[in-house]
């Protein structure tokens, strides 16, 4: 009984989860590998904006939103982050609704989760923090579920950058902390540098300042060890700015200098990255104003200034140079200057609209300005107090958003778990119930007429089996037999009748000049040898293999037979042809249509001179044959052996072949063969 039990269950697993093979169609291939290729170059970071959303737009062109099945959802993802990787968010937002749809619609798990990662990737980008946080916690839910460990650390690592700009330093740390221990056991080295920056700078904020510093130094090592590279940043005179800035942070002014001017002297700093080259100057320059160090001033300032005017993303750090000029001609009391330095502080401030800077510009101008102090110190709180407030909105905000994340995400798994238990005990009821019934059916058949019915199925597919083998060897035998006639009439046959055409001579001339003349063709005589052993031993793929070889042997074909013929034949081949891509088998058919033609132009046309042209047209290979000869009547339907196997060459590589001659002018052989 439990015998049969097991072999019954066995019985109705294999008919749930059995599946037909499919073929794969080839023009999908093609267009699957056209994808492939413009989701890379869209992938490119070192291409041009413009010309990388091209080719994304090509390849989104190419995906068949009609289908959704995983491949589908595959790529409409990848042309999905390439265009929140480029900013291009009119495109983004359109791909992402269609990600969406096609996910949920099959409750593709992994594919959801990263639709709410590039989702928070949208909003991080714009700023909007907390929609971020919440579609990145929304993103780790997921991501939970799935075996993609990768795009979990991913999610940690955006989750720490949204909390550290929402002043969460300790969950921005913790974040990192949990994407770093993934990455720091993989080959992601850029990964690992960027969550050491992000760990750093958290710690910084917490004041622990041993940790912060000590980061840093693990994020130098690993830059110099694998010698990172990023276009318009250094990593090394980042590093040595933070560090600095720590401990700057911590008044010690003189050590923080030392980083500073550590990081200044890094090579070609103020051409690769002039934004951070102005920062060590103002950071410099805060430090010797505090020491009373006015050595360099004003032109460290000026300089500064100037490295930030560079670039657009420098000029809102100008505020800070132009505060610390106004400080410096305070402290030599030159209050005019200080003065007028003050007010371009805050000019610029005020352009930018960035709270930071322009309270910061406030607080100076109040201070070197006695007359308008009572202004700006008024501005200054009125201004300082509205941040707060707008922050401290925020950040109930933020927290609320994580609150009722998780309490969501807590009800829908009590509620996945309660759906999954009665889902089970469900199907397990009706499995049983089902073989039951198998069972009982079973075992009212006769077993005589299954033993019968069973035995008759043997027996009747082992004769189609014997069938099929026998249509098979047939069929392979014919196939074999017409290749070695081909081989036979346009290798051997042909080279002999040259041969014997040239050493009929004999029979005309018998001085020592043809003499020793036809003593060459000796060595012809022994090649035909070597191939009539090639063909019997199946070995003749191999000459054709590789490019060099096989140019080589067509050059040495022209050259002979300009040598032995009266025709002279002129050899182009176009340089683009990558052989070493071409398979033997075109190689082997081409080579064999060139001998056959080159013996019909020697026997027939008369010709004094003949081209051979191979030329790409992607995705074909051309070869054209052509010679001034007699030429012959095409409308009259030729049955000569030779013609019938070029065109039966050319049929077997899918290709087209054409034959067009004028009497008394020419005949030109035109052939295209598809490379793949």
Known sequence: MNKRLIYWIIVLLVSLYSCTPKTVDKEVQAKNDSIKMYLDLAGNDTLDLKLRNKYNSKAFSLVNLNKNDTLTRFYINSVSYNYLDTNDWVDFKKTEKIHFEKSIAVKDTLNLARYYRYKGGYFRKNTIYDSAYYYYIKSEKFYKKTSDKYGLAKVYQYKSIVQFNKDDYLGADLSAEKAYDYFKRTNSIEDQFQLLICIGNSAHNLKNYKKAIKTFNLAILIAKKYKLKKSGIDRIATCLNNIGNVYREQKKYSKAMQYFNLALKEKKLIKKDPVIYGFLLNNLSYCKLQLKDYSGFPDLLFKSIELLNSRDEGIRESTVSYVYLSNYYYAINNTLKAQLYAEKALKIAKKFKSPYY??????????????????????????????????????????????????????????????????????????????????????????????????????????????????????????????????????????????????????????????????????????????????????????????????????????????????????????????????????????????????????????????????????????????????????????????????????????????????????SINIAIPIK
């Open 358 to 667: 322009y309270l910061t510009a406030l607080s100076n101008a109040g201070s070197v300005n006695v007359k308008k102090a009572p202004q700006y110190i008024k501005e200054y709180h009125e201004k300082n107090d509205s941040l707060l407030f707008i922050e401290r909105n925020a950040r109930n905000q933020y927290y609320k958003i994580q609150l009722e994340t998780d309490e969501i995400s807590q009800e829908k798994e009590t509620a996945i778990k309660q759906k999954w238990i009665i889902g089970t005990i469900a199907g397990v009821l009706v499995i049983i119930i089902a073989l039951l019934l198998i069972i009982n059916k079973q075992r009212a058949k006769q077993k005589e007429l299954q033993f019968q019915q069973s035995q008759q199925k043997a027996n009747e597919e082992i004769y189609h089996l014997m069938l099929t083998q026998k249509s098979k060897e047939d069929k392979a035998k014919q196939t074999e037999k017409k290749r070695i006639a081909r081989e036979l009439h346009d290798g051997i046959m042909n080279r002999l009748s040259s041969t014997r055409l040239n050493l009929s001579i004999l029979s005309n001339k018998t001085d020592k000049e043809t003499i020793q003349k036809c003593l060459t063709y000796i060595n012809e005589i022994n090649q035909i040898e070597t191939e009539i052993r090639t063909i019997s031993h199946d070995l003749n793929q191999d000459v054709f293999q590789k490019e060099d070889s096989y140019i080589k042997m067509v050059k040495d074909f022209v050259s002979e037979q300009n040598k032995t013929s009266k025709t002279h034949y002129e050899l182009e081949i176009d340089n683009h042809i990558d052989w070493n891509s071409v398979s033997s088998e075109i190689k082997m058919h081409l080579y064999r249509i060139i001998q056959e033609a080159s013996y019909n132009i020697y026997k027939y046309a008369q010709a004094k001179k003949a081209t051979i042209s191979l030329v790409l047209d992607a995705p074909n290979i051309c070869m054209a044959i052509t010679d001034n000869g007699i030429g012959f009547d095409t409308t009259i339907i030729s049955k000569g052996i030779g013609i019938q196997n070029m065109q039966a060459r050319v049929k077997s590589l899918n290709g087209k072949f054409s034959i067009s001659s004028k009497k008394l002018t020419n005949t």
